[in-house]
């Protein structure tokens, strides 16, 4: 359908309309503009967000859970939905935005060029109009006075009063009358016939094809923003693919945590490898009395109080481990919180469990900055060769230095590895029977066995009464070591010898079968019998152990 043909009369709606279409194309240029914006800001708090809950340097033990991988995984999926928001954001404002824009300085120049064109055929077949009424009021006017002139001259001619120069008079005024009143109807006629055939081409020739120039504006308009809007479609479903993924990431991130996993985490991270204390035994003072004298008695002529190096009675060794004080010595607390502010290099002041975990990971560091270091050497050898092959490139001297500094890395690197890795096989060897922070820590002081090289988790042989007394309770062999009867709980088997080399430990050869009287309380020691049944300590990593079935 043609508006020249079906809205020939509406030339100023049509202008309108047009200009109403303008503003609309104009109007939704402003709706991407702040569209994009709205993308823009979105994407920036979206990655602000992600970067304020970005793991922090401090916090890197703690995402070692998966629960705590899964939220970090999960945030970096939001970091690139983020990104895709930027993509959605550039392509509706530097493509569709810019093409409306174009589109709406042609479509106002067209516009305008059109509408003036149509206002100039307006304004002829307005001139014409005039023309033709001008000619015909000039023809009416012409025919009046004719008609008088001829209404003159008859009454003159049947007036017999008026003589013939009179009447003759009124005849030649009525005969140019009637000749001005043809010549006007013949101008008029001719102005008609102009008027008509201008108007006929200007309604069907001329306005008509201003009226399609302006049809084809606004198909151009309607088409493009058809364009646009699809495109805006387009634009986003290129980014639902990457979106999609990165949600199919966050299901696989919700996936990957496993709380099994995590409490084995926790475990191993804060597991100290201390034993659980034992049960605080039953002291009846109504009884201490007569124990006093015997030890008194029995060990008047052995020691003094004042040795420093005296094992201490059984009963105040039972005493003192059992303790709830006992528990709480400041070695344990060390142990067990990990608190020091002058952390040794061995990690001996960590409880077991921490110190294998921080001594593995020094390990796999020192590994790694080795590795590190040999890619660096085969890289600088390479070289070498190169420039001995092509000296214009280098002098392979250069590189000598180069060489020698690494291989010395190399050297501390290696020096350092097998000190740790030796600190790790004392770990390793004692992990199982290890105890209070006392125990771990190595000493100057301390006596090692003869066999410390060859059998893993030698303890440190230090006199048993190595228990700090309970306040208030400060004489620790009160009691004597007669008056307490041990019952046999088990049996062990001696993996290496040993030699006694203090006061209440006793030798023992390898192989050699034993009964156990007390098991190890923390302190690296086990009480056992012998054949022959003398009664001491032997170490508990030299034994195997194999307790009876008790209620």
Request: net charge negative; charged share 30%.
């Amino acid at each position: 359908m043609s508006w020249g043909t079906e809205l020939w009369d509406q030339y100023d709606n049509v202008g309108v309309h047009t200009q109403k279409g303008i503003d609309f194309c104009e109007k939704f240029t402003h709706f991407l503009k702040e569209r994009s914006a709205v993308e823009l800001e979105y994407a920036r708090n979206l990655k602000k967000l992600v970067k304020n809950f970005q793991p922090k340097k401090r916090e890197e033990d703690e995402y070692q859970f998966t629960w705590a991988k899964g939220f970090v995984d999960m945030i970096k999926e939001v970091h690139d939905i983020a990104g895709q928001h930027e993509v959605i954001a550039e392509s509706l404002q530097g493509t569709v935005y810019k093409d409306l824009q174009n589109l709406m300085t042609e479509l106002k120049q067209d516009r305008k060029k059109h509408l003036q064109e149509g206002a100039r055929l307006q304004e002829q077949l307005r001139q014409m109009a005039l023309s033709l009424d001008k000619a015909k009021k000039t023809y009416e006017k012409a025919f009046k006075e004719s008609e008088r002139a001829l209404d003159n001259y008859r009454k003159a001619d049947a007036d017999i009063n008026l003589s013939r120069a009179d009447v003759e008079k009124q005849r030649i005024i009525m005969n140019q009358k009637a000749q001005q009143c043809e010549d006007c109807k013949n101008e008029y006629a001719s102005v008609l016939q102009q008027f008509n055939s201008h108007q006929q081409e200007h309604y069907h020739t001329a306005m008509p094809m201003v009226f399609q120039q302006l049809q084809e504006m606004e198909t151009k308009r309607i088409t493009k923003m058809k364009d646009c809007v699809l495109q805006c479609a387009e634009i986003e479903k290129s980014v639902i693919p990457i979106i999609n993924t990165c949600i199919e990431g966050m299901i696989k991130a919700a996936g990957s945590v496993n709380s099994a996993q995590d409490s084995k985490l926790v475990i191993d991270k804060y597991k100290s490898g201390f034993p659980i204390p034992q049960d605080v035994p039953f002291e009846d003072l109504s009884n201490m009395g007569g124990m006093v004298d015997n030890q008194n008695n029995s060990t008047s002529n052995k020691q003094t109080p004042s040795n420093p190096m005296k094992p201490s009675t059984v009963s105040s060794k039972q005493k003192k481990r059992g303790g709830l004080f006992g528990l709480f010595g400041s070695s344990k607390i060390i142990g067990l919180l990990g608190k020091v502010d002058d952390q040794k290099e061995d990690f001996s002041d960590l409880p077991p469990n921490q110190r294998r975990r921080k001594l593995q990971q020094k390990i796999d560091l020192i590994k790694k900055d080795m590795a590190k270091e040999t890619a660096e050497r085969e890289g600088i050898l390479k070289l070498k060769d190169v420039y001995v092959s092509n000296p214009a490139l280098g002098d392979p001297n250069m590189l000598a230095e180069k060489v020698e500094e690494n291989a010395q890395k190399l050297d501390a690197l290696q020096q350092e590895l097998l000190k740790y890795e030796g600190y790790l096989a004392e770990c390793e060897g004692k992990r199982r029977h290890s105890a209070s922070g006392d125990s771990i820590h190595s000493s100057d002081s301390g006596h090692h066995a003869p066999h410390t090289i060859s059998t893993p988790g030698t303890p440190h042989q230090q006199p048993h009464n190595v228990y700090a007394p309970i306040d208030g309770d400060e004489d620790g062999d009160e009691f004597g070591e007669g008056d307490v009867e041990f019952h046999v709980i088990g049996t062990c088997r001696a993996l290496y010898p040993f030699e006694a080399t203090n006061e209440g430990s006793v030798p023992m050869s390898e192989n050699e079968e034993m009964q156990i009287l007390e098991e190890d309380q923390g302190d690296g020691w086990t009480r056992v019998r012998k054949v022959d049944g003398t009664e001491g300590f032997v170490p508990s990593s030299y034994v195997q152990c194999h307790y009876l079935t008790s209620d």
